[in-house]
């Protein structure tokens, strides 16, 4: 069975950083994308970071701010977040699919708060 888990959320103050992880178990396929995504209250799921093969894109909102990395070895996502904003404010979710989509795991959240 696979499994997701974030950790690594919490209350942040704005200019503050934070590195959310996603640690993976149970997965048999090969990851070929992973990465981040965002639902703020009242909007719909949005892309914050995504490893596809080797190329990694971002949100236009996230650039230069958020950097996504990958440790192939342990499976695991990390999302590094600086300069953050209250606008960053939501539940952030972590996804793997396989090539073709058809393998496609999401984690539970975690909740990422900025504010003073």
């Known amino acids: 069975q696979v499994q997701l888990v974030e950790s690594g959320g919490g209350l942040v103050q704005p200019g503050g950083s934070l590195r959310l992880s996603c640690a993976t178990s149970?997965?048999?396929?090969?990851?070929?994308?992973m990465g981040w995504y965002r639902r703020a209250l009242g909007s719909q799921r949005e892309l914050v970071g995504v490893?596809?093969?080797?190329?990694?894109n971002y949100a236009d909102s996230v650039k230069g701010r958020c950097t996504v990395s990958r440790d192939n070895a342990k499976n695991t996502v990390y999302l590094e977040m600086n300069s953050l904003k209250p606008e960053d404010t939501a539940v952030y979710y972590c996804?793997?699919?396989?090539?073709?989509?058809?393998?496609?795991?999401w984690g539970q959240g975690t909740q990422v708060t900025v504010s003073s």
């Open positions: 996804n793997i699919q396989n090539r073709w989509g058809t393998q496609d795991y």
């Open positions: 149970g997965v048999t396929f090969n990851i070929y994308r």
């Open positions: 490893i596809t093969g080797g190329t990694t």
